[in-house]
Antibody
Framework: QVQLVESGGGVVQPGGSLRLSCAASGFTFSDYGMHWVRQAPGKGLEWVTFIRYDGSNKYYTDSVKGRITVSRDNSKNTLYLQMNSLRAEDTAIYYC??????????WGQGTLVTVSS | QSALTQPPSVSGSPGQSVTISCTGTSSDVGNYNRVSWYQQPPGTAPKLMIYEVSNRPSGVPDRFSGSKSGNTASLTISGLQAEDEADYYCSSYTSSSTWVFGGGTKLTVL
């Protein structure tokens, strides 16, 4: 069965960096594009970024451009999110999700990132 | 990249029907049949309920249905059950090759 397991969340100071990982199993990871979606405490879902199945193209929401980078290692079945220059407003649960067509068919359980001094 | 507009809350009694609207623009909802809906009970990850406006994934009850007219998509839940109580989010692909979510709607089963 499809499984997506995020890790790497934690508490970081404003201006700091963090790298999230999403370990995929139960499907051929290299065949699928992948997303990161975040959810601030008590707030709605916000799409963050998408990377194509081969890493050739990446797309970002405006508020993270230049600070957050998505990447993947298909040999390790793992998706990454490198977050730099973190701000309080980046505090959220970060979910990885698999792309199928133009929707998100499987989601991980999420990892919490807290940006606070 | 403005969020799609959803009502903050809707409610209904068991057995009744409710409809949640999702309004976008001609750059997202109105331009593509690429609207999807997600259910999120408290403390859990979102779950796909409807894709490509009106298609249900395997395992989703046929009480859930979707439609679209112009820039507005809708999710209808008929025969409301207590287990349907959750937050619901719409999403659309956009002409900027990005995705956008609605602000979410809290469904309360009275």
């Amino acid at each position: 069965q499809v499984q997506l397991v995020e890790s790497g969340g934690g508490v970081v100071q404003p201006g700091g960096s963090l790298r999230l990982s999403c370990a995929a199993s139960g499907f051929t990871f290299s065949d699928y594009g992948m997303h990161w979606v975040r959810q601030a405490p008590g707030k709605g879902l916000e799409w963050v970024t998408f990377i194509r199945y081969d890493g050739s193209n990446k797309y970002y929401t405006d508020s993270v451009k230049g600070r957050i980078t998505v990447s993947r290692d298909n040999s390790k079945n793992t998706l990454y999110l490198q977050m730099n220059s973190l701000r309080a407003e980046d505090t959220a649960i970060y979910y990885c999700a698999r792309r199928e067509g133009f929707y998100f068919d499987y989601w991980g359980q999420g990892t919490l990132v807290t940006v606070s001094s | 990249q403005s969020a799609l507009t959803q009502p903050p809350s809707v409610s209904g009694s068991p057995g009744q029907s409710v409809t949640i609207s999702c309004t976008g623009t001609s750059s997202d909802v109105g331009n593509y049949n690429r609207v999807s809906w997600y259910q999120q009970p408290p403390g859990t990850a979102p779950k796909l309920m409807i894709y490509e406006v009106s298609n249900r994934p395997s395992g989703v009850p046929d009480r859930f249905s979707g439609s679209k007219s112009g820039n507005t998509a809708s999710l209808t839940i008929s025969g409301l059950q207590a287990e349907d109580e959750a937050d619901y989010y719409c999403s659309s692909y956009t002409s900027s090759s990005t995705w956008v979510f609605g602000g979410g709607t809290k469904l309360t089963v009275l």
